[in-house]
């Protein structure tokens, strides 16, 4: 069993105050924040949506399972984790890319929206039950953009005793972007399905990174372990909204669980989803020694408030406001100390802010 890590404890008058601030602070926010109208007659955008991205290869009966594991942790990944506050020059989002991504590859008029007809970058609209489910529906709602059919007959294949390598589903699959998206594949011979999770910035450091993959695969393996599943606990328009919400506000935001309503991120983190985290990568065969390093950078990046996010803001308003410089040169001094920080390889929330 993991150990039992919450460093903070949270009464019902810290939330109350908490939630008092937090409202505070996104009022302000709400008024200092950039916007950002701009046009772009190509996908070339979504360049700067760089991400991590998480495989996870499971069963097929296991699939569902992880899926919606995935699903229901998807806003709180992006919150803790959240590093991609500027856009061309613009305060926003403190996970911009989430919106970046979703709004560079729609290119579906006002009438097609309203029709129903869903986008190309989506969350989904349910939870499933089987691996069939998401690859039925890329055929019923995605036309394919590349109408390139491969040699091999899946049946005469199987006929054969051969495995299908299904060239066609998983090009079609690859033009769809879901957040957490299936995937088959054939390696050395044998078949595979896999989570591809992919709601995660890049960095800041190689130490950010291992520790959001071990939140990730540890929380999703006790998830799925649990007798009562939180996806039959929590709506699938939740899981979406906390996403979004999360993209919003980052670690600051407040964020939807079952059994705790609305909650800070990390109050949610440190009293239920970080010693869930230690439990499942426990089952999964990982002992503390590995465990605690990389699950203490989570716990100490709610403990501070503080992640990349947090810290490219308060750097960027730190030079503009002590040394008069304009956005451009601040943002410019910010990305010199940023890679610097980078190479020590010290965990974001370690960074101080120059």
Known sequence: MGRDVPALVFTREDRRRYRFKMQECLDAFAQMLDRLRTYADTITPEAACTSTQFHLQVSPEDFAGYWNAAQAIAGVQVALAANSPFLFGKELWHETRIPLFEQATDTRPEEIKVQGVRPRVWFGERWITSVFDLFEENLRYFPALLPLCDEQDPAETLDRGDIPELAELTL??????????PVYAVADGRPHVRVENRVLPAGPTVADTLANGAFYYGLTRALVEEDRPVWSRMSFSAAEENLHTAARHGIEALLYWP?????????????????LAHRGLELSGMDAAWREPLLGIIEQRCVTARNGAVWQKETVRKLEDTTHASRH??????????IDYMHLNAPVHTWPVD
């Open 259 to 275: 059994g705790m309503g609305e909650v800070p991120v990390p109050e949610l983190v440190l009293r239920r989803l970080l010693p």
């Open 172 to 181: 079609h699959n690859g033009t769809i972007y879901r957040w957490n998206r």
């Open 329 to 338: 040169e601040a943002l410019r001094r910010m990305t010199e100390l940023y």
